[in-house]
């Protein structure tokens, strides 16, 4: 407790360790300690399909291609999966978790290189005790591997832009290329904002008139697209196709022209201070502080002030809306915070208050994610008794590897993923018959159509109602 309270917290050097063993601690955890939520589904269904098929360059769900997000999170993945020997939940939450320690890795160093260590330590502590960017340090998704390629590139050019050469480019295209790779164009447009407002503040512009510039950036081009190429150009049963149309669908259509995730336009103004609680109490009036002073702010301090500004635009302006997309602004949001805090009386009156709410905020954190949810999916591991029980079924008739698992309706199955299958999982077509060692994965409300289809079978069911997935196997 001395420790934690220690008056030199936010800026002894000494100090540094603790701020990432604490970061480590609550990250990884207990990390497989929750079944498969909603949208891990997704990448469990992809990268299954990918160890089952023996072909990463082409991501399958299971009735189909899966393109609407690109390869580099998948690879991750399944790069793990084959050191490993095996696919399962901490594996797949590994990414997330990796890039969240690296996110706050970065917002400690621009905060130490933008202002100083106390400025970077309590940036770090800020959004370390922050639920929502905990929440997705531990999901399976490409989020978190977004925002820190974003904070890396960040970071890089902060380092670097005093030399305005073609390495420096090169590096910084690199990093938001492979971020593009993990989630789509937003891993590039979003640094390219942040590096707008800092050049819109220091009026830099003229010193990257390069040609050296635009070499790097085609260079990076060229590194991006190549996954696509491959996925073109490698064989996949007779179908062509890169992904390619699926960048522009969902990159650029989606918004302008937004085809679904249409979340109302003051959708941020709500969940901006949903992703910073409790901190955004103190960000709004550190927000209107430095608007009121801002001829008085030094230009770092006018830098992230507008770069919050102008990533909020941007997201605001899409069509396209979705409560995880302000994930981004987050770091940003606990830099301007931490950066007001170390030069407010508020701080020098109240520190060890904030202290002390710092601690007791890590504390129910990490009680929640590292001890709660466990003895919760302790209770609760629906799907994996489900897929026990079938397991246990199929194999009085056959062994487990001679089964053949089809969905039915049911392409983010988590269920699928439990059972384990030892072949590529395909999907049930209507009116097709039911062979001996097929297994049909579906929902309960599919059941009253496969009655009249499929005879002779033996149901298992996971919990009631009609969205519940239940199992068909032969008798």
Request: with cysteine.
């Amino acid at each position: 407790m001395k420790l934690i309270f220690a008056d030199n917290l936010w800026g002894s050097q000494g100090k540094l360790w603790l701020l990432f063993f604490a970061a480590f601690a609550i990250v990884f955890a207990m990390l497989a300690n929750a079944e498969l939520w909603t949208v891990e589904s997704r990448w469990a269904a992809v990268c299954t399909q990918m160890l089952l098929r023996h072909d990463i360059f082409h991501p399958y769900r299971y009735c189909g291609t899966y393109y609407d997000k690109p390869l580099l999170s998948y690879w991750l993945i399944v790069g793990v999966a084959y050191l490993n020997g095996a696919i399962n939940e901490f594996i797949l939450r590994l990414p997330s978790a990796c890039a969240s320690f690296i996110t706050i890795v970065c917002t400690y160093s621009l905060g130490t290189k933008l202002f100083n260590r106390n400025v970077g330590l309590i940036a770090g502590w800020l959004l370390i005790t922050s639920y929502s960017f905990i929440f997705w340090s531990r999901v399976a998704s490409a989020d978190m591997l977004n925002l820190a390629g974003i904070m890396l590139a960040i970071y890089w050019y902060v380092s670097n832009k005093a030399k305005p050469n073609f390495f420096t480019y090169l590096v910084f295209f690199l990093i938001t290329a492979l971020t593009c790779l993990f989630k789509g164009l937003i891993g590039f447009v979003i640094p390219i904002l942040v590096v707008l407002a800092d050049i819109i503040v220091n009026k830099t512009w003229k010193q990257h008139l390069r040609y050296s510039l635009l070499i790097a950036f085609g260079l990076a081009v060229l590194v991006y697209l190549a996954p696509f190429v491959l996925s073109a150009v490698l064989p996949d049963q007779g179908v062509a196709t890169s992904g390619l149309y699926e960048v522009f669908r969902e990159n650029i259509l989606r918004f302008f022209e937004p085809f679904d995730h249409k979340d109302p336009f003051y959708t941020y103004l709500i969940y901006l201070p949903l992703y910073t609680i409790p901190w955004i109490l103190l960000f709004i009036p550190a927000f209107v502080n430095n608007l009121i002073k801002w001829l008085k702010l030094d230009n770092n301090s006018r830098w992230l002030m507008l770069a919050v500004i102008l990533l909020f635009a941007f997201l605001t302006v899409s069509g396209s809306r979705r409560t995880y997309y302000i994930l981004p602004l987050t770091p940003f949001v606990m830099l301007v915070t931490a950066n007001w805090l170390q030069n407010a009386l508020f701080m020098q009156r109240h520190q060890d208050t904030i202290k002390s709410l710092v601690l007791i905020l890590y504390i129910m954190l990490f009680a929640w994610f590292g001890i709660v949810q466990h003895i919760i999916n302790s209770k609760s591991d629906t799907m994996q008794v489900f897929a026990k029980n079938v397991q246990q079924a199929a194999t009085k008739k056959a062994p487990w590897n001679k089964w053949q698992i089809e969905v039915f309706n049911a392409d983010d199955n988590k269920a699928v993923f439990y059972l384990m299958p030892k072949k590529p999982v395909a999907c049930y077509k209507s009116g097709q018959l039911m062979e001996k060692s097929t297994i049909i994965i579906t929902q309960q409300k599919d059941l009253d159509y496969l009655q009249n289809i499929l005879k002779n079978y033996q149901l298992i069911n996971s919990e009631p109602g009609a969205a519940a997935t239940v199992a068909l196997v032969p008798k």
